[in-house]
């Protein structure tokens, strides 16, 4: 092409010099940067009485700003949990395009004002809905790096004090970062359902020759213990199920109790766990007593509830355990009775653990209830809970953190034994003090550690396994929702791939546009009118030698 081109103007009227000068510096300027992955878990979604709760949306693709510096629709908030309070999740849930939280690295570390900031922020989430993709992320020291270098907050302070053309150059020379997580379509699962389990536990068969002529024991009043598996919590996870692990430890000492036992009990004992809890308005305990087949249908006594029965982030906190009522009970009925033998024995095993009582009121105009208790209240059965949290809206009830577990072990063999060797005198009319679960029937963390981590009845047998091998009458049930008015509402949600790109702001695209715009307009001038500079040049040099030759001549004869 060289070769044949007549002048050097000719070399720019071809193909390849165009492509060359175009491309290339442009390409060289927006090349994009190296991606930086991570892996989050989506917020949960889920409906209750058709109310919508959780993160509604899962798509993300915007530009990551900080807590400080987001300001539209366009932005995407990168930030700790520990930094968000909870007027900031409010403008966020409003205005923002996202929010991706990283979680803290220690949680038990943390002091006791920023865990309480923690447990609210938790709850506050639980409680309303979100229409923003929201996205929580392991402790990452590199995420935490991409957090501290869009803050930015001293570089910000610095700016302040800067000229206008100062600050401009700073923001153009600044780097960004653009988040992309494909989340996946918030498709109702229609196959949900809330699985409830029941089992009951009866002496060794020479007893029940003494209680009736056939044997089976249903002519005994009921006691039944209940609990509920926390199968999720602010993301799809929940990583401490005390309650269930102590409602099967008690299963597991009462079945060898009633085989060594020679004394009649005067009650039989009932067991009832679902896979329902707080955040689902205990909706498996509502559809159990609606069932024609429930062990509750016949002569109950008590109904005792588990919830919350040791607090997982324990931090100085009271070592009280509550037993909740809708009502005070009147002297000499069955809750005032187990009441007293119950806080008598707390005294007696522990120094440290009280009994207190607490009153409530079922509010029937909220379809929202406070405790499980409430369910068989409404039906005239007599409940309470047992809880070490005092109020209902104590945020310990649905958080996901937990503390030390061999610590949270300890209090929950303490609170079993406490528990059964209650049940054990009130079923038994034996001597509060006869420390009657000893020896091979001691509770020990042999008996709670195995079901700490239990995640649903649907995903594993261990505890059907359980029911079935110490209990019989062994049921389950399944509350699927209504199709036209479901009570609760599940949705698929997989955790996904958070995708981080280093890029320059948007001002700098506009610089960027500037720029190219002035080197492309450069090009074209100098394509444009090169032939005439050309020939200017030319003229100018055929000028110049011309004159150098006229010249020549006579400075020779001078020589």
């Known amino acids: 092409m060289f070769n044949e081109a007549v002048n050097l103007a000719d070399i720019f009227r071809g193909g390849l010099p165009y492509c060359l000068l175009l491309t290339l510096p442009i390409l060289i300027i927006c090349s994009p940067g190296h991606a930086s992955e991570f892996q989050v878990m989506s917020m949960i979604k889920f409906d209750v009485n058709g109310e919508y709760l959780g993160s509604r949306s899962s798509a993300i693709s915007l530009e990551a700003k900080s807590l400080y510096t987001w300001s539209t629709g366009r932005h995407c908030v990168l930030a700790r949990l520990l930094d968000i309070s909870i007027n900031d999740l409010n403008k966020i849930r409003q205005k923002a395009g996202g929010l991706i939280i990283m979680l803290p690295q220690d949680v038990q570390s943390l002091s006791n004002e920023v865990k309480d900031q923690v447990l609210m922020m938790e709850q506050q989430m639980l409680t309303q809905s979100i229409p923003v993709p929201v996205y929580f992320a392991p402790f990452n020291r590199e995420l935490d790096h991409i957090i501290n270098d869009i803050t930015s907050t001293a570089i910000d302070n610095e700016i302040r004090n800067k000229t206008a053309l100062v600050q401009l150059l700073l923001s153009v020379n600044a780097n960004g970062y653009h988040v992309t997580v494909d989340g996946q379509n918030n498709l109702a699962n229609k196959n949900s359902k809330l699985p409830v389990i029941q089992g009951e536990s009866f002496p060794n068969q020479f007893v029940l020759q003494h209680i009736d002529s056939t044997g089976e024991g249903n002519g005994l009043p009921l006691i039944l213990i209940t609990a509920n598996l926390k199968t999720f919590g602010v993301i799809n996870d929940y990583p401490l199920n005390a309650d269930s692990a102590v409602l099967m430890a008690l299963i597991e000492m009462f079945s060898k109790l009633h085989t ?101 009121k079922i509010n029937l105009a909220d379809s929202k209830l406070s405790w499980e208790h409430e369910r068989f209240c409404m039906k005239r059965y007599p409940a309470f809970t047992l809880s070490s949290a005092k109020s209902p809206g104590s945020p310990f009830r649905t958080t996901m953190f937990k503390n030390n577990e061999s610590h949270i072990v300890e209090q929950l063999i303490t609170s079993s034994k406490i528990i059964a060797e209650s049940l054990a005198c009130y079923m038994y009319k034996i001597d509060p003090f006869s420390d009657i679960f000893k020896g091979h029937a001691v509770i020990n963390e042999d008996n709670i550690r195995p079901y700490l981590g239990l995640k649903s009845i649907l995903q594993n047998n261990d505890i059907r396994d359980g029911f079935e091998k110490y209990l019989k009458n062994v049921k389950i049930f399944y509350d699927k929702p209504d199709e036209r008015e479901p009570d609760f509402m599940f949705y698929n949600s997989i955790d996904a791939k958070l995708s981080i790109y280093r890029v320059k702001p948007a001002i700098f695209d506009l610089f960027l546009t500037i720029a190219i715009s002035s080197y492309l307009s450069a090009v074209y001038l100098v394509i444009q009118f090169f032939p005439r500079f050309y020939g200017l040049i030319s003229t100018s040099s055929n000028n110049f030698i011309r004159r150098s030759i006229r010249t020549s001549p006579t400075a020779l004869k001078r020589k």
Not at 283 to 296: P, R, S, V, Y
Not at 327 to 339: C, D, G, L, V
Request: hydrophobic share 35%.
């Open 260 to 360: 060594t036992m020679g004394t009649i009990p005067k009650y039989r004992l009932g067991f009832l766990l679902s896979d329902s809890g707080l955040l689902l308005n205990f909706q498996g305990t509502k559809k159990w007593l609606e069932m024609d087949e429930n062990i509750a249908s016949q002569n109950v006594e008590f109904v005792l509830c588990l919830d919350t029965i040791t607090q997982s982030l324990i931090y100085n906190q009271p070592n009280v355990l509550y037993m909740h009522v809708s009502k005070p009970p009147k002297e000499k009925t069955s809750i005032s009775n187990y009441f007293k033998l119950l806080k008598s024995i707390a005294g007696h095993y522990s120094e440290n653990l009280t009994v207190e009582g607490v009153h409530k």
